[in-house]
């Protein structure tokens, strides 16, 4: 009876912990913050010597989102440039939709693809009736060559036009990576197994970021804003974050003249 108690005892210890962590869960943060630190079970980040964005302490971000005061058109060949000299570019696609009531979603955690495709989520913030554009960029495999054994990064690009949507020149970049690696099982609380899997890792790192930069700098773009989405459960966490990208979208000073 004693050995039930105790049991009892430290659940709801760590219910109370988990309910703690997620009451002081952030939204979304406006900066990129990297950790050398955070714990992943995926080597490929530390073979590669890459540094990993954050959405919290210790915990990984999903996605970054880019927010350029430049057209969605210049933007797309600028970022289609980039991202090709980077990674090279396995496939692209170009998704045209009416934004409408669509389907229901869960406000509280985001999922695939964020905010929908060409953004239709954000009929829930009264804007319908309007047709979205979204180009997407798939790259080709990289860092295979870091360890050993089979592993891969594979980084998705979706960037949106803000024009139908906010009414301004604006352009909307959704980044994310999924590592491919092989690891060894650890149980917890961190005891290593004898034998391996498969895993797979959703992350952003410093070398993705990178290019956003470098997209930046050849849009002439005094600075690039950011919005770092919580990637767990919080209380209408994603409509909060698509309000962010609307207010942010609409305060967003006119784009530069070209030279």
Known sequence: MRSVFLALLLWCSVGVAFGQYWEFGQEWTRHIVYSDDIWLQ???????RERVVIAYPKLRAHWVVALFNS????TRRKLHEEVQKAFGVESQDE???????????????PYEPLFGDAFNDFHELGIADVESHEYRIETKEYNANVRWWKSSSTSHWRLI?????????????????????????????????PFTQMVHTELVTNREV???ETVREKLRQPDAQYLIPYPGYITDSVLTVMMAIRDTARGLPDAPSSP
Do not use: C, N, Q
Request: aromatic letters at 8%.
């Open 95 to 109: 998704i045209i939709k009416k934004i409408d009531t669509g389907p229901s979603f869960s406000p509280h955690a």
């Open 42 to 48: 995926d080597s490929i980040t530390g073979k590669a």
């Open 161 to 193: 036009d803000g024009m139908p949507l906010f009414g301004k020149p604006v352009s909307i970049l959704v980044l994310s990576r999924t590592d491919y690696s092989r690891e060894w099982v650890v149980m917890h609380p961190g005891i290593p197994l």
């Open 210 to 212: 990178d290019v956003v």
């Open 71 to 74: 057209p969605y058109e210049p």
